[in-house]
Structures are given as structure tokens and as C-alpha cells.
């Protein structure tokens, strides 16, 4: 996705690819990219300041765990995060189908 | 775990610019190194990989000033709670001040008008001048490390 139509949206993707159960950063990074074609493919660090904020906000929640060697923060859904990411997906597809209903329109 | 070039000069810059707790800032730089080196390892073995997973991962001093700003978002007491503290403070200070003077000093002598009176100002000015302050400022008041 074009980094100006992702601004937007980041923290619902992190949301949607956190939902499948814990991941650490680097699996989301590439569960985003992909998931979708390559689509969306921004900065990696980029989801850090954005996972931060979510903690803050309650939407997920992190702990810290070990294994391959290796010591690395797990994310998941809190509640509240379900439910929010539940309340933007209709947003979302409630969108895309008014977009849809305005392009039909045009000839092809 | 060696340290490889592109990486470790990516964390320097990164561990320059974050401001905050040191665990925040420890947990935070461990976490991002961790994703550099999963990244490192998923990656193709040529000699220009470790670049384009630094350069993937963006500007370091961008992202420190992201993560600081969310970290600071934290430790931002609400302006209107420090003052209401402050002024209460200020009115308890000033009420205990001139129980204090109307009641006149002890009958041992030991505490002198001139005295409590200066203390008084002191106590009741401190929190006033805080006050002050953060209205004067504007925004919130962090706490800064």
C-alpha cells in the first residue's frame, strides 16, 4: 500500500495480524507484507512506535518469551483490542463497498 | 552473537537518540535487535544483505524520535491534575500559616514570629510558583529523566 493510504490505517493491520494469536515484531512485519502481496510494505520499524501505542491504549498487550536462542517480545489481542479491531474491519468493508457501488458507475 | 557492522551502527543510533526510563529504553533496543537479526537470518547470505535490512528498516533517528514521543506520552501528567494539586497544597499550607500566627508562639518561646512567617512563605510560595509555571507553560507537564 502507498505509504500515504497507510498512514491511516497501520494500527488496524497490526490489529489484523496480531488476531491469529501472539507474534513478535518481525512476524508481523512479515505476516503484513506477506499476506498482502507485498502490497503493504513499509518500514519495519515503523510498528514499533505503533505496537507501543496500542499497549498503551489497551488494544494489545506483550509478553516477554524465550526460545530458538533468542529472547523476543510476543504481541496479542486484549479484549478490547478484539473489539476495536472488529468495530474498524465493518468500518472498513462498509467503505469498500460504497467505493465499489461509486466505481461501478464508471464505464469500463 | 556477533555484533555485524550495519546492525550495531543501527542500534548506536538508535540507543543515541532514545530518551526515557532505562528499562523502557533496554527492552525497547533488545526488541529491535532481536527483529534485525531474525530478519538477518530469514535473509539471502549475500555481502549487501545487512544493508537492505538496515535500510528496510528505516532512519534510526526517526524512529527514536517515534518511540519517544509514544514513551512520553505516558509519563504526561494532565496540566489541570498538577495544578489542582499545586493550589490545593497552597491553601492547606496558607490555612495551617495563619492558624499558626493567630494562635501566636508557644509559651516556651521557641518558635518566633518572624520565623514561622518566613517558612510560612515559603511553604504557601513553592507550590504556588508551580502553579504559575505550568500555566504559564501551557501543554503538560513532563516528567523528564
Known amino acids: 500500500m502507498r505509504g500515504q493510504h497507510l498512514k491511516g490505517h497501520l494500527d488496524m493491520l497490526l490489529l489484523a ?3 491469529g494469536g501472539a507474534e513478535h515484531g518481525y512476524a508481523i512485519a512479515e505476516t503484513l507484507r506477506g499476506a498482502s502481496a507485498g502490497t503493504v510494505d513499509l518500514q519495519d520499524g515503523t510498528i514499533y512506535p505503533a505496537l507501543q501505542r496500542l499497549a498503551r491504549r489497551g488494544l494489545v498487550k506483550s509478553r516477554w518469551s524465550e526460545g530458538e536462542g533468542r529472547r523476543r517480545r510476543l504481541y496479542t489481542l486484549t479484549q478490547a483490542g478484539r473489539a476495536a479491531l ?5 468500518d472498513w468493508l462498509h ?4 467505493v465499489r457501488r461509486v466505481f461501478s458507475l464508471i464505464a469500463p | ?4 557492522t550495519a546492525v550495531s551502527r543501527f542500534l548506536a543510533e538508535l540507543e543515541r537518540g532514545l530518551r526515557g526510563g532505562r528499562r523502557w529504553r533496554e527492552e525497547t533496543l533488545a526488541e529491535i535487535r532481536c527483529h534485525l ?3 538477518l537470518e530469514e535473509a539471502s547470505q549475500d555481502s549487501d544483505a545487512e544493508r537492505r535490512i538496515v535500510q528496510q528498516f528505516g532512519d ?3 524512529l527514536a524520535r517515534s518511540l519517544n514521543g509514544v514513551e512520553k506520552g505516558l509519563r504526561r501528567i494532565p496540566r489541570v491534575v498538577l495544578c489542582f ?8 499550607a496558607a490555612t495551617a500559616i495563619v492558624t499558626r500566627m493567630a494562635d501566636g508562639p508557644g509559651n516556651d518561646g521557641s518558635s ?6 518566613l517558612v510560612g512563605t515559603l511553604v504557601v510560595a513553592t507550590p504556588g510558583a508551580a502553579t504559575v509555571r505550568i500555566l504559564r507553560d501551557g501543554g503538560t507537564y513532563s516528567l523528564s529523566k
Request: proline residues 6%; hydrophobic residues 45%.
Open chain 2, 60 to 62: 534510526p533517528a526517526a
Open chain 2, 37 to 39: 537479526y531474525d530478519a
Open chain 2, 85 to 92: 494539586a499545586c493550589s490545593a497544597l497552597s491553601a492547606i
Open chain 2, 1 to 4: 552473537m556477533t555484533e555485524t
Open chain 1, 95 to 98: 467503505f469498500e463497498r460504497a
Open chain 1, 86 to 90: 472488529d468495530a474498524q474491519r465493518e
Open chain 1, 17 to 19: 495480524a496480531i488476531a
Open chain 2, 112 to 117: 518566633s514570629p518572624g520565623a514561622t512567617q
